[in-house]
C-alpha cells in the first residue's frame, strides 16, 4: 500500500475522466489541494497546472469517483457469528478496522454501515490514521423482541421484562426495544451515539433464529415513534424489511428508505416509485451467504429468487434505487462486494451501474442532512469543489465493468480526501 500523506497538492493528468454523471469518460486532467478537487479541466494540462503538485501521469487510463456501497456491515463482515457473540469484545472492532482497509484497497471510498458501533472507527478513519473509507454509521440497528435484531438466548426472559442483553446489544451492533415510548429511546440512543441514519428492523430475516421471512415487526405507532425521533434531528429512517405487507406499514409510517424488498410484488414497487421511497437493494446469488442452519438457508434461497423481479419492476416503474452488498459473517466472500457490483450489468449498463454506485448512492446518504458527517462537500462525483476521493483504473469500466472485478490488478491509483492510498501508476 502506497499511502502519500505529505499534504501537497496533487495533478492526475493524461486520464480520461468519467465524473459520476455523464455517460462517457472523456480526455482531461484532475487538480487536487488539500482533501478537495480544486479542477477538472478536458484536455491536456496547461503550463501552469503543476505549480506546487505532485503529478502522476495516469497513461491514458480511466478516472472515476470512488466506489459506494449503501448497505454494508463492517462489524459483521470480517468475521463470523461466534466472533461477534463470543470474541473478546476487541475482536469485532480490530477486524472491523481490517474490513475497513480491505473496502478501501476495493475501490468504495465511502460506505453507510447498517448496524454496529461505527462512529468511533469513522472518527480515526477520516483523518488518515488507518486506511478506510468514509462511513455514514447507523450505530445499533432497532429491533423489538423476536425481531431480526434480536440475538438473546430463546430461555432468555426479554430485556423489556428484566432479561439480559444479549451479547450485541452490549458491544452496540443491535438494540431490542418494544412499544413507541422504548423505540423513541433507542433511536434516541443512536442518534446521540453519533448515527447519521437510524435502523429498523420492520421484517422477517434471514440469518435471525426467531422470525420468518413473513413476520411484521413494529407496530405502525412505533414505526412512526422512531421516525419522528429522526425527524427531529433532521435525518432519516431505513428499514431492513422483504414483504409487501411490511415494506406497505413502513412507508406508511414515514419510513423513506427500504432495505432489501426482494419478496414484494408490482403494486409494492409502484407504491415506492409514488411516494419517492428509496430502495436499497441487494442482487444476491445463493452462494453469496452460507449457513449452517437449514432453515436459513431456506430462507436465503427465497430471497435470491425474489432478485430479479425487484430490479426488474423497480427500473420499470422508476424506484429510486441504491447499491448495497449487506455481507455478513464469512470473511472468505468478502470480496465478493465488487463482484456484486459488476453483477448489476445483469440489470444496467456498465455506465448506468457506475452512475448508481457513485453519483446516485450519494443522493440517499445526503438524507442525513445535518446529521451528515460530510456535508461539506459533494460526494460521488469528480467536479471541482467535491471531495477528493477518486480511482484510476486500467480499461475503462463506462463500456466495460468487468475491469473492476480485480481490483488488484486494475486499481492503479486510489485517493480518499486527496491522500494517495495506492499508486501503481509507474
Not at 431505513?238 to 406508511?252: F, K, L
Request: hydrophobic content about 40%; glycine content about 10%; aromatic content about 6%.
Amino acid at each position: 500500500m502506497d499511502v502519500d500523506h505529505s499534504g501537497a497538492g496533487l495533478l492526475v493528468t493524461n486520464v480520461r475522466v468519467f465524473d459520476g454523471i455523464s455517460d462517457e469518460a472523456v480526455p482531461g486532467h484532475v487538480r487536487v489541494e488539500r482533501d478537495r478537487i480544486t479542477e477538472v479541466v478536458l484536455g491536456a494540462p496547461g503550463p501552469d497546472s503543476a505549480r506546487g503538485a505532485r503529478v502522476l501521469d495516469g497513461g491514458g487510463r480511466t478516472l472515476i469517483p470512488g466506489l459506494t456501497d449503501a448497505h454494508v456491515h463492517l462489524f459483521a463482515i470480517g468475521g463470523t457469528m461466534a466472533d461477534l457473540q463470543l470474541a473478546p469484545t476487541g475482536t469485532v472492532y480490530y477486524q472491523a478496522l481490517a474490513s475497513a482497509r480491505d473496502m478501501l484497497m476495493r475501490g468504495f471510498t465511502t460506505v453507510r454501515d447498517m448496524a454496529g458501533d461505527t462512529e468511533p472507527l469513522r472518527r480515526v478513519l477520516d483523518p488518515g490514521l488507518f486506511p478506510g473509507p468514509r462511513i455514514y454509521p447507523s450505530q445499533a440497528a432497532v429491533s423489538q423482541t423476536s425481531g431480526h435484531g434480536d440475538f438473546g438466548a430463546v430461555h432468555d426472559t426479554p430485556t423489556a421484562f428484566g432479561g439480559p442483553q444479549a451479547r450485541t446489544e452490549r458491544i452496540g451492533f443491535t438494540r431490542v426495544a418494544d412499544g413507541p415510548e422504548r423505540v423513541l429511546a433507542a433511536v434516541r440512543e443512536q442518534l446521540r451515539k453519533g448515527a447519521a441514519q437510524i435502523k429498523l428492523m420492520a421484517g422477517g430475516g434471514v440469518v435471525s433464529e426467531f422470525d420468518p421471512l413473513d413476520v411484521l415487526q413494529f407496530t405502525t405507532a412505533e414505526l412512526e415513534a422512531a421516525v419522528a425521533a429522526a425527524a427531529d434531528w433532521g435525518t432519516y429512517v431505513t428499514a431492513h424489511v422483504y414483504t409487501s405487507e411490511g415494506v406497505r406499514r413502513a412507508v406508511d409510517a414515514g419510513v423513506r428508505c427500504i432495505e432489501h424488498g426482494h419478496l414484494v410484488d408490482e403494486d409494492t414497487v409502484r407504491h415506492l416509485a409514488e411516494k419517492g421511497v428509496w430502495l436499497s437493494t441487494q442482487p444476491f446469488e445463493v452462494d453469496d451467504h452460507h449457513y449452517a442452519s437449514p432453515d436459513s438457508a431456506q430462507k436465503n434461497r427465497e430471497v435470491c429468487e425474489g432478485v430479479a423481479r425487484t430490479f426488474g419492476w423497480a427500473l420499470r416503474h422508476g424506484v429510486r434505487l441504491a447499491f448495497g452488498t449487506d455481507l455478513v459473517f464469512d470473511p472468505a466472500q468478502a470480496d465478493r462486494q465488487i463482484r456484486m457490483l459488476v453483477r448489476l450489468s445483469k440489470y444496467l449498463s456498465p455506465v448506468e451501474t457506475l452512475k448508481l454506485a457513485t453519483s446516485g448512492n450519494a443522493e440517499l446518504f445526503r438524507m442525513s442532512g445535518r446529521r451528515d458527517p460530510y456535508r461539506a462537500a459533494p460526494l460521488g462525483v469528480v467536479v471541482p469543489g467535491a471531495w477528493a476521493d477518486f480511482l484510476v483504473v486500467d480499461g475503462d469500466p463506462t463500456t466495460d465493468l468487468s475491469v473492476l472485478a480485480d481490483p488488484e490488478r486494475n486499481l492503479r491509483l486510489i485517493v480518499k480526501g486527496g491522500i494517495v492510498h495506492k499508486n501503481h501508476l509507474d
